[in-house]
Every structure is written in C-alpha cells, then in structure tokens.
T-cell receptor, first 113, second 112 residues
Framework: GAVVSQHPSRVICKSGTSVKIECRSL??????MFWYRQFPKQSLMLMAT?????????EQGVEKDKFLINHASLTLSTLTVTSAHPEDSSFYIC?????????FGPGTRLLVL | AQSVTQPDIHITVSEGASLELRCNYS??????LFWYVQSPGQGLQLLLK??????LVQGIKGFEAEFKRSQSSFNLRKPSVHWSDAAEYFC??????????FGAGTTVTVRA
C-alpha cells in the first residue's frame, strides 16, 4: 500500500519551454501533497505544499509563478515548471500524505538545455 | 523551528557488520520522527517512524531506531548489514503541519 507514482521519470527540454510533472497516489487518497527539489548529493528542499482544491503554499524563496502547482483531486497533483532554464535542472520529488506520514514518488529528473 | 542534524556524511561498513546512523533533532514539542532510504536516482522509501509509545521502533529491512528524548536523538541501527543496504539515509522530523525537515543525509557504503 501507499504507492506514489510520478510521470515522467525523466525529461529533457529546451530552455524557455514549460514542463509538467504529475504526481499520483495510486492506492490511497492524499489530503496533502508536497513537492521537493533535490540537488546532487544534497538533501531534499521543500518547495510547496498543496491541498486538494486549494492554492498551494510555497516556501520562502520559491517562485510561485515559475513553479505552478495544481492539486485537482485527492490522487493527483501536478507541478509545471514554466519557461524553464538550465538552472531549473534538478531532481523533483513529490510526496503524498493522509496524516503525519509522507510517501514519496520515485522522482523526476529534469534537464533543461 | 524544527531541524535535523545527521553528523555522519559518509559511513563505510563491512557486509555482516552492524550499522548505526546518528540523528539529532530540534523541535519544540513532541516530534514525529522518520527514517527514509534513497537508492541512487530513486525516491525515498520509508524505513520506520516514531510518533509516540514504545521508544524502540522496528522498521522494514531489519532496521530499528530508538527515540531518546533526553538526547534529542533518533538513531537508526541494523545488526547485520547486507550489500543491498548501500544507499543514502535521511532522518526527518515533522510537526503538526505535517511538513518534514530533513537532515543532510548519510551515505552508507558496504564493502565485501
């Protein structure tokens, strides 16, 4: 139980384009989903928290117009990196939770050329 | 504010030997504590968690952790390490808003 999927697993895009990443809880309904960014050999940095049907809450320093988060249902949240640039290249991981425990997706490797 | 310190960046252990990973946390109330493991290029897998009750927590893959309030610690242990335990290990603390703060991680290398 508590399986979270992410799609795509990796994506390469050109600078200036937008990329959408999906996060799904497959066997449970998630009241809250979180989006993280992880740089090589570093820990996870929380970007934003999203609750179904409401606006995401962004952490300090995260540009909400650049990283658009939509949480349309209890099983799906999407992160759109708008007008991506090479510095946005990173490993993006989502998690889904019902209460105190977060279950993580496998991550999405984004490379912006 | 909550925070987590993992003092050991990298640990090398022989296969079959015991393993202990240290974790110290800072939190104003009773914390929710977690250990996750991450294999290269993968997401995080929950090993175990502590919310309340028995301070010795059993997890998956033969791991256990002990919560010591007096030391603000939640160290992870495994009696006998397997080569497949080579990975990155993260300790995390959560609060009432369910947000997690992660430690910097400890890389475990297992030598034959």
């Amino acid at each position: 139980g508590a399986v979270v999927s992410q799609h795509p697993s990796r994506v390469i895009c050109k600078s200036g384009t937008s990329v959408k990443i999906e996060c799904r809880s497959l066997d449970f309904q998630a009241t809250t989903m979180f989006w993280y960014r992880q740089f090589p050999k570093q820990s996870l940095m929380l970007m934003a928290t999203s609750n179904e049907g409401s606006k995401a809450t962004y952490e300090q320093g995260v540009e909400k117009d650049k990283f658009l988060i939509n949480h349309a249902s209890l099983t799906l949240s999407t992160l759109t990196v708008t007008s991506a640039h090479p510095e946005d290249s990173s490993f993006y991981i989502c998690s889904a939770s019902t209460t105190e425990t977060q279950y993580f997706g496998p991550g999405t490797r984004l490379l912006v050329l | 504010a909550q925070s987590v310190t993992q003092p050991d960046i990298h640990i090398t252990v022989s296969e079959g030997a015991s393993l202990e990973l240290r974790c110290n946390y800072s939190y104003g109330a009773t914390p929710y504590l977690f250990w996750y493991v991450q294999s290269p290029g993968q997401g995080l897998q929950l090993l175990l968690k502590y919310f309340s009750g028995d301070t010795l927590v059993q997890g998956i893959k033969g791991f256990e952790a002990e919560f010591k309030r007096s030391q603000s610690s939640f160290n992870l242990r495994k009696p006998s390490v397997h080569w497949s335990d080579a990975a990155e290990y993260f300790c995390a603390v959560g609060g009432v808003d369910y947000k997690l703060s992660f430690g910097a991680g400890t890389t475990v290398t297992v030598r034959a």
